[in-house]
Structures are given as structure tokens and as C-alpha cells.
């Protein structure tokens, strides 16, 4: 039997959700909680062994919204699978949630049974599910964004002598990254970020972070 927690901020919701999900006898609702931190401290409560193999998850929710609650819970809690179940189909929400570590993305008009089998799918390690018409859209954002970064990388080698690598610095540093950031993001050591600002300064003509960055914006690099 699957364990499974059910989080959204509508108690009609959550019994209704329970009730459909359970009728198999394939899978157990051991716990429903109101908000993202609600859930969390109901983590926090549990031992290991008796953590819930799968969480479903919305994403509106007051105190700690869905995705910033899988944002947390995925790095503390690595063994718990997270659907996130809600109405909203923006494109923001999707990358947003397969970003915070988001295993499904699936769509509350669901039937029960289609549901039912994507926890199943979910829970037994067989990769990430989605509603069909999430699905197809993601897909086209993965593929519009992939062809932007494509664009933009050919354009500032067009236009300077910038690596790979600098040109990942530079984006990171339009995005407001301090070096430390930097340094986390890339995987590379702090000496190593500084030798990268160094060369795109002395290849940009510049001499300081605010100046690349307003070089950068200036030509619509990013």
C-alpha cells in the first residue's frame, strides 16, 4: 500500500481527494495538512521509516505555497516523491515546480483512476508523469527555451571572444549573483569565478561588474 500526505488549503478538497484515492485499498492517506507549513512540521514529526512515499501537492496555498514548499521539502526529505495537483497550467508554475524538484505535474480534472496510477507510477520510481496537455506544453517551452539559450550564446560569440563558461559568469552576474552564488551555481571554486570576471572585464573593455552588466543589457544578450 502507498503512503501517501495530500496538501492543499480547501478542507473540502482534501477529504474529497482522500476519499476518491483510497477507494482502491492500493493507497493510504496517513496525513492531510492545510498549507506548506503545515506539512513541514508534520515532517518534521515523522521518523524515517514512516515517511509518506508520495506528497500531492498544491500550489496556491497562504503561509507557504506549494512550490516553495517542495523547493524545501525535496532537499530535507530526498526519499519522498511530490505530485503537484492544482488547476493552474501557466508556464511559470510548470518550470517553476519541475525546478523545485517536482515529480509530476498534473492537472486536479483528472479521473480518479488516471491519478491513482500516476502516484503508482510515481512511487515505484518510474520517472516523472504528466497530465497530456501539460505534457505538450512543456515540451514547447523546454524547446523555446533551449533555442533561446542557443541565440544568445551564438550572439555574444559573434560579437566578443567570451567562453562558454564567461558567458555563464556574465548571465549569472545580469541575474545578481554576488560571487558566492556564482561559485555554488557553476560548481567551481571562488578563485576560479574570480578568474573568469577578470577575462570577461579585460575582454569587454570594462572594469567593473556594474559596467559588464550594463554592457551586457545594453545589447540584449540576456
Not at 483510497?22 to 506548506?36: A, D, F, L, P, R
Not at 509530476?104 to 508523469?129: S, W
Not at 506544453?137 to 566578443?160: C, F, N, P, R
Request: proline fraction near 3%; charge should be neutral; glycine fraction near 6%.
Amino acid at each position: 500500500m502507498i503512503k501517501i500526505v495530500i496538501v492543499d488549503d480547501r478542507d473540502h478538497v482534501r477529504d474529497t481527494l482522500g476519499n476518491r484515492l483510497q477507494y482502491t485499498n492500493e493507497i493510504k492517506v496517513m496525513h492531510t495538512s492545510g498549507n506548506g507549513g503545515e506539512f513541514l512540521n508534520y515532517m518534521k514529526t515523522l521518523q524515517p521509516l514512516n515517511q509518506p512515499e508520495v506528497v500531492i501537492m498544491d500550489i496556491e496555498m497562504p503561509v507557504l505555497n506549494g512550490i516553495d514548499t517542495v523547493a524545501t521539502a525535496s532537499v530535507l526529505y530526498p526519499d519522498v516523491k511530490f505530485i503537484m495537483l492544482t488547476v493552474f497550467d501557466s508556464d511559470d508554475a510548470i518550470f517553476n515546480a519541475i525546478k523545485a524538484g517536482a515529480h509530476g505535474y498534473l492537472l486536479k480534472d483528472e479521473d480518479t483512476d488516471t491519478i491513482i496510477e500516476h502516484i503508482k507510477l510515481v512511487a515505484d520510481g518510474k520517472g516523472a508523469v504528466m497530465s497530456p496537455a501539460i505534457a505538450r506544453k512543456a515540451l514547447d517551452l523546454l524547446m523555446g527555451k533551449s533555442a533561446k539559450v542557443e541565440t544568445t550564446e551564438a550572439t555574444i560569440k559573434s560579437e566578443t571572444t567570451l567562453t562558454e563558461r564567461e558567458i555563464s559568469v556574465l548571465d549569472c552576474l545580469v541575474k545578481g549573483l554576488d560571487h558566492k552564488s556564482i561559485s555554488q551555481k557553476l560548481d567551481v571554486s571562488p578563485a576560479t569565478v574570480r578568474t573568469h570576471l577578470a577575462n570577461i572585464y579585460r575582454k569587454l573593455h570594462v572594469s567593473s561588474k556594474t559596467q559588464a552588466v550594463g554592457l551586457a543589457l545594453k545589447r540584449k544578450w540576456f
